[in-house]
């Protein structure tokens, strides 16, 4: 769930899930011969760029530019031709005059978003302007978000099962159905939207991204279109997901029992800047933790990489998700991140692959400090190899404490808004003052004249 946003014309309704079969059959597809004269005019102009090493191979070369396979680039475009399909006299054109080809638009957004590079660089390589490669990516967004979403969407009862038992046998975590993890989308605003909402705690304007994971490094739901200054504690209790766990309408399947005896019921696992919930498992945290603890913070923690590996390959394989993004329209950020995503997760249920030295090398969150979540729900009871929660109620002083520290926190904020708006009035006023002074005797005279005059009427 992300914040409300303006009001958009009505959508096409979106074609039917179950008449697209089996997503693992995806890229099977039987489809039309396409256009192929745009990819050997852009592979001669582009295939020799100096001090890149691009692919002599061609298949190889389609993938480090696009991605993808271009069996799975066939199959991305028999989801959004009716969309592209262009026409006179709205068809888009090249510099040559010629209406682009469906395969072309395709190609021109993927790698807008697989690259990063400018709309004008994007332009250069395929031969056409800075609006049209903007008209096109938005156009192929657009459709992607309605066409592609059955890709994105929160597993059936059987599918739920086989990633139980996928989970449990890598990593020996009963019932756990996923790992969660969140990153940020970093941005420069104009002046005028610049507000300490987008500001996050490495004075960075950024946009939340909390993405759950299968095993196979599947998003099975995200959140996005949260400022970067929120907490991840509040980012997830903002989120859909929060409240369909908390209504018991989400990770409610069978409960199992531990070897102890404890009862497990479905959850995903996080890191510590999470809070602990009966769904969701962080690991323990302190001195001295039994040796039955340590063991369950390993495995814990093995699964829970699973998260942070995927949103290290969906930054790396998109990488206009880890570029500084230059004034996006905060209210189309969150589409482009969804469609990233569901790019993303195409690759996967074709049976793709995307090239090993794709994802970013480092932490996809590189340069943030982990934050660390004072946030335990006093129900959780889970008995895990021996090990079990040891939450206990938060008592009246320390939950005193942790809405003091808020309480501070926002009169901060409040305290830096005014000496900034103080610094302002004060220059004002320095600079009439100096002005006075170099105004000559009579017109001072008639100045003070005159608003004596004002202040008696």
Known sequence: MAPPKKSKKP??????????GDRSNA?????????????????????GSPGIAIPSDEDEAFKYFFRVSKK????????????LVSRPPSGLINIEGRLLSVEKQVAIAMRRLASGESQVSVGAAFGVGQSTVSQVTWRFIESMEERARHHLRWPDADRIEQIKTKLEAAFGLPNCCGAIDATHIIMTLPAVESSDDWCDQES????FLQGIVDHELRFLDIVTGWPGSMTISRLLKCSGFFKLCESGRRLNGPIKMSSEKAEIREFIVGDATYPLLPWLMTPYEGKNLSTSMTGFNAKQKAARLLAARALSQLKGGWRILHKVMWRPDKHKLPSIILVCCLLHNIIIDTGDELNADVALSDHHDGGYKEQSSQQVDPQVALGIEGGSSSAEPMGELAEMKVHAKEMVRLLKKGMKKVKTSCKKGWRKAKNAAATWKKLPSPIKKKLVKKGKQSFHE
């Open 27 to 47: 890229a099977h597809v039987e489809l039309k011969a396409g256009d192929t004269e745009w990819w050997y005019t852009f592979w001669h102009k582009n295939g």
């Open 72 to 83: 799975t680039f066939e199959y991305i475009c028999s989801l959004v031709r009716q969309d």
């Open 204 to 207: 960075n304007y950024s946009m």
């Open 11 to 20: 959508k096409r309704k979106a074609k039917d899930p179950s008449k697209l």
